[in-house]
């Protein structure tokens, strides 16, 4: 699944155990995947290999991209987007059920439909930009989450144009599926990360694992190069989505791949990066999507009326400096750089 990186970066502490506290093993690897990275540690039970577990998690990944990723011309989602006889499997159930329940908390901010709106400003797989003004209105007639359901396990859509995208979604929902898969070999202490999301179980030999945030600058394109924050986390997930990494910039006019489903164009407000902490990474992700379409002050306001979720968010003020807002609870578990 192609998706730019969001800026998160996994900082590994190296800790030293007293010689009290039982000897823990952790083994780690990395890869790629959905054209980004991963690096996966944990704790070793010592009953599998490092290669044997990397095998198990590649297949997996690449069962899930057969079934969610607009790259692949014959995954589940590119050939129900192309109306074939396409028979959605367990991955495309599960991530449409979440996707519709995100759709529905944040009032539309997300949505799956936005497909056809994403292909005409150019990042589609195929990175034609086509988008005319005079089109708008017939684009926006396909997007919305109750022109597509899921019925007797076969999608029906109003419209055959209408075209769905997980690409806000999909990166974080694999980060649960493989999370799950280690929970199923009984390993109690992980770290997930797949471009940039995350979700940890336990701690790291006492500590909790820390995340780094990269600061939202256009030219900060390696992860880690400049952080922004480093958070704390245990038994939570997290995902940062941005406008600084993928986007375009055309006649001195920067549009971003964050598209605003209600307007139809790349959202444009002061949120520079939404940090989403979350019980599962797929609602972190998609929930952070739907932070850079509504702005600052909107998620700020849906932030409180949600404190099943934490945030940290990154924004310019009116002369163009960065400044940040956190939620209350997020304080205590984050740091800061100057």
Avoid at 57 to 75: A, G, H
Avoid at 147 to 166: N, T
Wanted: hydrophobic residues 35%; charged residues 25%; glycine residues 8%.
């Amino acid at each position: 699944m192609k998706k730019s990186l969001t800026g998160t970066l996994i900082i590994m502490l190296i800790i030293s155990l007293s010689c009290k506290e039982k000897e823990l093993t952790f083994s780690d690897f990395n890869g790629f995947t959905q054209g980004t990275t991963y690096s996966i540690t944990y704790e070793n039970p010592g009953n599998i290999s490092p290669e044997e577990l990397q095998f198990k998690v590649e297949t997996i990944l690449y069962r899930f991209d057969m079934s969610l990723s607009l790259y692949q011309d014959s995954s589940i989602v590119t050939r129900i987007n192309r109306n074939e006889n396409a028979v959605p499997d367990s991955f495309f159930i599960d991530v449409f059920s979440q996707s519709k329940k995100i759709w529905e908390l944040t009032g539309g901010a997300f949505d799956i439909t936005i497909g056809p709106l994403v292909k005409a400003w150019g990042f589609g797989p195929d990175e034609v930009r086509g988008f005319k003004e005079s089109a708008r209105d017939s684009l926006l007639a396909l997007v919305g989450m109750e022109k597509v359901s899921l019925k007797d396990g076969i999608i029906i859509k109003e419209d055959p144009r209408v075209s769905l995208d997980f690409n806000a979604i999909a990166q974080g929902y694999s980060v649960d599926v493989i999370a799950r898969f280690f929970d199923g070999l009984g390993i109690k202490r992980y770290l997930v990360e797949i471009g940039g999301e995350v979700r940890v179980k336990g701690d790291r030999g006492g500590r909790s694992w820390r995340i780094g945030i990269d600061r939202p600058e256009d030219n900060n394109m390696i992860a880690g190069q400049e952080l922004q924050a480093i958070i704390s986390l245990k038994d939570r997930s997290l995902a940062t989505s941005g406008n600084y990494r993928k986007f375009y910039v055309e006649n001195g006019i920067k549009y971003s791949h964050t598209i605003d489903p209600k307007t139809g164009y790349p959202a444009k407000n002061q949120l520079l990066s939404a940090t989403i902490l979350a019980n599962d990474c797929a609602t972190a992700d998609g929930v952070a999507t739907a932070c850079m379409v509504m702005g600052k002050d909107k998620t700020i306001d849906f932030l409180s009326k949600h404190p099943e979720f934490e945030g940290f968010l990154v924004y310019s003020d009116d002369s163009g400096n960065f400044r940040t807002w956190m939620s209350e609870s997020l304080k205590k578990n984050i740091s800061e750089s100057n």
